[in-house]
Structure formats: structure tokens, C-alpha cells
């Protein structure tokens, strides 16, 4: 599945740089995952990189978009092939 930036958000730019699929960006308030781009790091690394980065822990599963491994191996292939 997608993954989901939660209110706690502070803002701190770190995990724009760290996605593989430009999938982050800055929203009215608090960052932004889109998740049609996030992949949760599938086809690139072993874990999701935003994750490993954000200082406060405000990201996880994004109940709303679960996708299986493969489909996030397809959505992988689309976007980059
Ligand atoms: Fe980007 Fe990976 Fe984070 Fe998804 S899990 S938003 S693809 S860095
Ligand atoms: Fe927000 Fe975490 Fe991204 Fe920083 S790393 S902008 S706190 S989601």
C-alpha cells in the first residue's frame, strides 16, 4: 500500500529528497505522499526511504491504498519503464 504522512509532520523537508518516485511534496499544512507515485520503495530499496529519514515517525501504511507486493512491483514498472 501507499504510504500516508500523518498530522505530526513537522515540516522538516527531509524525505522529498529520499524518494525514488518523486512522490512527496509540500502540502497547504503538513507534507504530502501521493499515492498513486509511492510504491513504498518497491523496485528501488529494501525499505521505504522516507521512513528511515523522518526524524519524528509521522509516516506508515496509508489504510485507504493497500496494494499487494505486486502491485507495487507493477506500479514500479509503469512509472519507470
Ligand atoms: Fe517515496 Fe518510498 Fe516514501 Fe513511497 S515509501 S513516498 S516511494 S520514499
Ligand atoms: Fe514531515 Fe517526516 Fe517528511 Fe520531515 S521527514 S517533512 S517530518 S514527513
Same mark, same amino acid.
Given at each position: 500500500?501507499?504510504? /500516508?504522512? !500523518?498530522? *505530526? %509532520? =513537522?515540516? &522538516?523537508?527531509? &524525505?522529498?529528497? #529520499? %524518494?525514488?518516485? #518523486?512522490? =512527496? ?6 507534507? @504530502? =505522499?501521493?499515492?498513486?507515485? %509511492? !510504491? *513504498? ?5 529494501? *525499505?521505504?526511504? &522516507? ?6 515517525? &509521522? ?5 485507504? $491504498?493497500? #496494494?499487494?507486493?505486486? #502491485? /507495487?512491483?507493477?506500479?514500479?514498472? @509503469?512509472? $519507470?519503464?
Amino acid at each position: 500500500m501507499a504510504l /500516508l504522512i !500523518t498530522d *505530526e %509532520c =513537522i515540516n &522538516c523537508d527531509m &524525505c522529498v529528497a #529520499e %524518494c525514488p518516485n #518523486e512522490a =512527496i511534496s509540500q502540502g497547504k499544512e503538513i507534507y @504530502q =505522499i501521493n499515492h498513486k507515485r %509511492c !510504491t *513504498e520503495c518497491v523496485g528501488h530499496y529494501d *525499505e521505504p526511504s &522516507c521512513v528511515q529519514v523522518c526524524p519524528v515517525d &509521522c509516516i506508515s501504511p496509508d489504510p485507504a $491504498h493497500r #496494494e499487494s507486493l505486486a #502491485e /507495487l512491483a507493477d506500479k514500479y514498472a @509503469q512509472m $519507470h519503464y
